[in-house]
């Protein structure tokens, strides 16, 4: 492509709307256009990327045997209705001139078991793994960071059918293995986690992470083992029991306006994780109910919602907390509480230990678990942290990332076969509902993940895989015959070769030329000037490294061509 006649005006300023660098290159670089909140035009050279990520998904999916199809981004409510989401998940509806209400697709479980119900018949006929690549619409709450959180983003969406719960494992290894590849192929640094599936029974989940400083989510990891987890997810070890010398005495002591675990930690002289934290929470029908974690730790609300199969649970304002307690927030304890009392294990080892007493500026010191209170439930309810062992081996300690998610495969069992009723016929004619599983993969949010991994000062670094060309042909004296003519002749013979050129034939200065290559940032870098010409050699430069090397026009297709081999295999090795 002649970059006189694309469209492609890039930006030297970064643009004030974007926060993270993966944002504001792909605004400077001309990758995409905002046409609302949340809501992207892919320019010609940001729409590359995407068909490009497109292309190695589907070459992995259809490796394994997935089967491509297109289902419409409208859908009508009566199929939420029947899996009983059309109220509890958000989306934007509408309706049609007859009044009847659709939505914009965030997501097709719906949609696919429609499908697969009406074609499934027997037995013979599973497992089926379907797969489409299409636009989602999500009204999402903070839409940002370009398309890393868009509202409308392209999505890969597979959904796999099967007999039983062992076959339906089978294909979910199986897409856990082609996202591996697929993720190492785009040149990423990611992790497999293991994630909250919810409350579902029997589900579980794992997210594909690109380790990036700019991440939303926090992943904790062994040191050692294999053990990688969503710190929603990621067990604390069990704690180790210590008998302890003696139990004092119960005592109340004023602590006046010392409320936060610190202040009445150091005013009684004692370190945080003497506390005991007592947390009141609210569920959906107005029940409260007492968490317990240590003062030096948090609670983990969704290892809570997941232990009392909730899918909603609030911290208490302070007229909940004042009716459940009797005393104000930041006094409140379990010594006499009437409510559940769930506890973390870590509490059950403390020994006197301070509570809040449930009345304004007192707590009680020396309070001991089970002689001056009772836990209802104690359970793994807290956060784990950086820094502590793990929970599966022996040896490691947990280290913690900030990650990117790009996907996720997740095990959804029985959950859409049963309520909207996709069964087939086994071997003995016995119907039964098909086990499913669902798998995404963000195609916008790999390519902006991509970017935050692979840049410098100067601009993006394309890996080799997904870069939108191959290389960046620059003419560097438009005026000038012979470079003109060694250009143009270099800019066939590249193309030849069966890399893809995008060739700045543009009458601009070199500097500008220089600095827009960096910015775009194609992984290698003709470069053609009249100076070089005279001794008949012009420049082939490595993006990533910055290295240079001096070849004649002849050679040059060869060197790039071998340049862009071993990238890419240095590209697709990354750990
Ligand atoms: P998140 O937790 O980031 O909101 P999610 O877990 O709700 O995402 P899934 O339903 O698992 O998303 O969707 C599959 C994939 O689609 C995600 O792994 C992510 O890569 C991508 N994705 C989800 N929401 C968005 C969005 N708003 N913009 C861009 N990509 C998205
Ligand atoms: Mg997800």
Redesign the pocket.
């Known amino acids: 492509m002649r970059m006189s006649r694309y469209l492609l005006n890039t930006l030297k300023e970064v643009p004030r709307e974007a926060e993270i660098l993966s944002h504001q290159l792909m605004l400077r670089a001309c990758m995409i256009k905002k046409v609302a909140a ?1 809501i992207y035009t892919y320019m010609p050279i940001g729409y590359r990327v995407i068909r490009k990520i497109e292309a190695i998904i589907r070459e992995e999916l259809d490796r394994e045997g997935c089967i491509e199809l297109l289902m419409p981004a409208v859908q009508p409510a009566e199929l939420w209705q029947e899996s009983k989401r059309w109220d509890f998940y958000g989306k934007v509806r509408f309706k049609d001139r007859k009044g009847a209400d659709f939505c914009m697709g ?2 097709h479980e719906e949609v696919i078991t429609d499908v697969v119900r009406r074609e499934l018949k027997s037995y013979r006929q599973l497992p089926v793994n379907l797969y489409q690549i299409q636009t ?1 619409f ?1 009204d ?1 709450i903070r ?1 940002r960071y370009g ?5 409308e ?3 890969k ?1 597979a959904y796999s059918f099967d007999v039983n719960d062992t076959a339906s494992e089978k294909s979910y290894w199986a897409m856990y293995h082609a996202y591996a590849r697929i993720f190492h192929r785009c040149g990423l640094k990611f992790r497999a986690v293991e994630a909250d599936s919810g409350a579902i029974g029997g589900s579980y989940t794992h ?2 992470h690109v380790l990036a400083d700019t991440g ?2 926090t992943v904790l990891s062994c040191d050692h083992c294999e053990y990688t987890a969503n710190i929603e997810k990621a067990e604390c070890r069990k704690p180790e029991h210590v008998k302890p010398d003696a139990f004092f005495k119960m005592e109340k002591k004023e602590t006046p306006r010392k409320k936060t675990v610190e202040e009445v930690a150091e005013f009684l002289g004692v370190t945080p994780d003497k506390l005991i934290k007592t947390m009141i929470f609210s569920t959906e029908d107005g029940t409260s109910i007492a968490v317990l974690v240590r003062g030096d730790h948090e609670v983990n609300v969704v290892k809570v919602k997941n232990f009392l199969g909730l899918d909603a649970l609030e911290l208490a304002d302070e007229e909940m907390i004042q009716s459940a307690t009797s005393g104000p927030s930041g006094f409140s304890g379990p010594v006499g509480l009437k409510i559940r009392i769930l506890a973390d294990l870590a509490v059950k080892e403390m020994v006197n230990a301070v509570t809040g007493a449930n009345e304004k500026d007192m707590h009680w010191v020396n309070v001991n678990p089970e002689r001056d209170f009772k836990v209802d439930e104690y359970h793994d309810f807290r956060l784990a942290e950086k820094g502590e062992r793990c929970p599966r081996c022996e040896e490691g300690r947990y280290e913690q990332f900030k990650g ?5 495969v ?1 095990r959804l069992g029985k959950k859409y076969s049963e309520s909207m009723n996709c069964s087939f016929l086994d071997e003995n004619g016995k119907e039964k509902p098909a086990v499913m599983g669902c798998y ?7 390519a902006a993940a991509a970017i935050e991994q692979n840049n410098d000062e100067n601009g993006i670094i394309w890996p080799v895989n997904i870069a939108p060309y191959d290389v960046m042909l620059l003419n560097l004296d438009i005026q000038d015959d012979s470079v003109n003519e060694a250009a143009q002749e270099l800019y066939e013979n590249l193309q030849n070769a069966g890399m893809e050129v995008l060739y700045d034939d543009r009458d601009v200065r070199a500097g500008f030329k220089f600095k827009d290559a960096d910015l775009i940032g194609l992984p290698i870098q003709v470069i053609v000037g009249k100076r070089g010409l005279k001794e008949g050699l012009i420049e082939v430069k490595v993006r990533r490294t910055q290295d240079r090397v001096k070849v004649s026009p002849q050679k040059a297709p060869a060197r790039v061509e071998a340049l862009l081999e071993s990238l890419k295999e240095q590209e697709e090795q990354r750990r």
């Open positions: 949340g965030p997501t989602k999500r999402e839409p398309l890393m959180r868009g509202r983003f392209i999505m969406d997210e594909f939303e989510d990117i998610e790009v996907g996720q997740f995404g993969i963000g195609v916008g949010r790999t």
